[in-house]
Structure formats: C-alpha cells, structure tokens
C-alpha cells in the first residue's frame, strides 16, 4: 500500500528565514510520482512540482527547492528566504504509475507554514 | 482562464439531512475528480470521471455517496443521508494532460458541516 508521511504538523519561522518541509514515502512500486501540493487559506490546492521515481535530480524554482533521496524514501521541501504569501499548508503526495496515465493521488496530512513578519 | 468553479462554498446540514456539491471543471477538461479532505488530513479521492463515465469510485461510500456527470462538463456529488463523519471539505479537480503528463487543477472546495 501507498502511504505518506509528514511528521511535521505545523512550522512557524520568521520571513527570511529558510524553512525545509519534510515528506517521507512508502510505496511497492518501481515506478511512481511524487508531488507537492500548496492549500492557502482560500482553500484550493495549487501545484508545485512532480517528480518521477527516476529522476533524482535536485530541482531549484526560484525561492523553492526539492531534494529527492530514493534512498531514503524522502522528498524534502525547501523554501529559502520565506515570506509572509509562503504561508499555507503544504501536501506531498505519491502516486503510481498507471498505464492510463491518470494520476491517483494519495496525500500526506500536510504541514501548516506560519510566516511571521 | 477559468479556474474550477464550486458551489456552494459552505453548507451546515443536520446528521440525515441530504446535501448536494456542484462542480463546474475547467472547459475542455474531460477528467473530473472528487476529494474529501477531513480537518487535518490529506485529500482522500472519491470518485474519478472520464467524460461521463466512472473510471474509479472504489473509496466512494456507495450506501450514502453519489456523483454523477451526465453531459461530461459539470458534476454534482450528493450524500443522502449525511452522518456527523461526512464534515470535511469537498475539493472538484479536473485534469488536462501536457506532452502526456496529467496536470490537475483544483477548485477551493465545499466546506459541508454535519450538525
């Protein structure tokens, strides 16, 4: 069975601080998804990045970075130099590779970022 | 563009009351998803469509859940009769695919609570 873990419930920092989500998973399959998710309080969630189990290459987006380590399991989230717009809740999410190419995808329980002035 | 749109976007109901989501995807969309996400967790899928037609509602709850996307554009979840655990918020997402890859766009939800 798929599963995903974030341990981390809830993070405050203060802007400009750096701030790593952490997301760890469990899954049978040799080829599958890895994603994440942002909820502002508006309530929709917006996507943020999707990484397949074959590429491990480290991904930079501006202020944002994932770190991918198969061996561990583990897609780590990264924002540098956080700011007050970066506070939400974040999901990481799995899903399998299936030959209909629809993505079903199983969530984490997310971590709430404060960012404080 | 049109993000996906839903309505109503909070309903109070009492527990054995019926209660009905409407979902309106982004046009041109032929994939539509239904979620559940219950305070502090993750969104759990519900039911997937594909143009009119079901691709996968195994974790639906077929006794008190139905969905239905009859013209394969606008969607509507029902829950007759709603129990105190059906409070959560009701996310509609529909998909498009680029260079093969299924990209999802999610509405901001139904928040529904059950009294």
């Known amino acids: 069975a798929q599963k995903v873990t974030q341990a981390q419930t809830e993070i405050s920092v203060v802007e400009k601080e750096d701030v790593t989500l952490d997301c760890v998973y469990e899954?049978?399959?040799?080829?599958?998804?890895l994603f994440w998710y942002k909820q502002p309080p508006s309530g929709e969630l917006v996507f943020l990045i999707r990484?397949?189990?074959?590429?491990?290459q480290n991904e930079i987006s501006g202020r944002y970075s994932w770190n991918f380590q198969k061996s561990t399991s583990s897609f780590n989230f990264t924002i540098t130099a956080s700011q007050v717009v970066d506070s939400a809740v974040y999901f990481c999410a799995l899903s399998e590779a299936e030959n209909t190419g629809f993505q079903k995808l199983v969530f984490g329980t997310g971590t709430r970022l404060l960012v404080s002035p | 563009e049109a993000g996906v749109a839903q309505s109503p976007r909070y309903k109070i109901i009492e527990k054995r009351q019926s209660v009905a989501f409407w979902c309106n995807p982004i046009s041109g969309h032929a994939t539509l998803y239904w979620y559940q996400q219950i305070l502090g967790q993750g969104p759990k899928l519900l039911i997937q469509?594909?143009?009119?037609?079901?691709?996968?509602d195994s974790q639906l709850p077929k006794d008190r859940f139905s969905a239905e996307r009859l013209k394969g554009v606008d969607s509507t979840l029902k829950i007759q009769p709603a129990k105190l655990e059906d409070s959560a918020v009701y996310l509609c997402a529909s998909s498009t695919r680029q260079n093969t890859i299924e990209k999802l766009f999610f509405g901001s939800g139904t928040q529904l609570s059950v009294l």
């Open positions: 990484r397949n189990s074959f590429d491990e």
């Open positions: 469509f594909q143009n009119n037609g079901v691709v996968d």
């Open positions: 899954t049978r399959d040799t080829t599958y998804y």
